[in-house]
């Protein structure tokens, strides 16, 4: 399974509402569709797991949603904190992951 | 809070192994129903499973690098280590490793390591 994230790039401002996209090539479990935030230097951390449910100590900005080849990640307000890269994960099988190329969110 | 940290050379030779430990530390490697995995990017693309290893050692390899990975753990010192051999610039990237948790309503690494980059040449 190939996971495909558009837009490569998103230039918004704080306080502007962010609409990624990940979008697998056949259809797979929601419950295998993972989010990821990724700062440069920095650990990715975990945000959003099962498509919709968030991570511990996430906040309420962000969600996720989508089922079937089809999935999104919102942020409603960017805050100055969120201008990172986020990439979604896929479980399945043979390789037991496969990861998205990324979407950059910066400051327009 | 669980922390891991990759450690190794950060300059490898062509043909020879690259060698990385993941040391985990304020929590037990082998608390909870976790494996622990190896993730690398290449600089500029995107993100690449290497392989998983559960505490009773075992694993489960990416198939692309099936023939030149091997995973192992030590449960004794709390660390996991990843040896990848016959190395090429190709394998130029930053490797990381991330707890891992499966269950049939979720998947999920967390946490991950900083990841330490590995260049590869002569």
């Known amino acids: 399974i190939v996971l495909t994230q558009s837009p490569g790039t998103l230039s918004l401002s704080p306080g502007e509402r962010a609409t990624l996209s990940c979008r697998a090539s056949q259809s797979v479990s929601s419950n295998y569709l993972t989010w990821y935030q990724h700062k440069p230097g920095q650990a990715p951390t975990l945000l959003i797991y099962s498509a919709s449910s968030r991570a511990s100590g996430i906040p309420d900005r962000f969600s996720g949603s989508g089922s079937g080849t089809d999935f999104t990640l919102t942020i409603s307000r960017l805050e100055p904190e969120d201008f990172a890269v986020y990439f979604c994960?896929?479980?399945?099988?043979?390789?037991?992951?496969?990861f998205g190329p990324g979407t950059k969110v910066d400051i327009k | 809070q669980v922390q891991l940290q990759e450690s190794g050379p950060g300059l490898v030779k062509p043909s020879q192994t690259l060698s990385l430990t993941c040391t985990v530390s304020r929590d037990s490697i082998k608390s909870g129903s976790y494996y622990w995995n190896w993730i690398r990017q290449p600089a500029g693309k995107g993100l690449e499973w290497i392989g998983r290893?559960?505490?009773?050692?075992?694993?489960n390899y990416n198939p692309s690098l099936k023939s030149r990975v091997t995973i192992s753990i030590d449960t004794s010192k709390n660390y996991f280590s990843l040896k990848l051999n016959s190395v090429t610039a190709a394998d130029t990237a930053i490797y990381y490793c991330?707890?891992?948790?499966?269950?049939?309503?979720?998947?999920?690494?967390?946490?991950w390591g900083q990841g330490t980059l590995v260049t590869v040449s002569s």
């Open positions: 290893i559960y505490t009773n050692g075992s694993t």
């Open positions: 991330a707890r891992g948790y499966s269950s049939l309503s979720r998947v999920w690494f967390d946490p």
């Open positions: 994960q896929h479980y399945g099988s043979s390789p037991e992951f496969t």
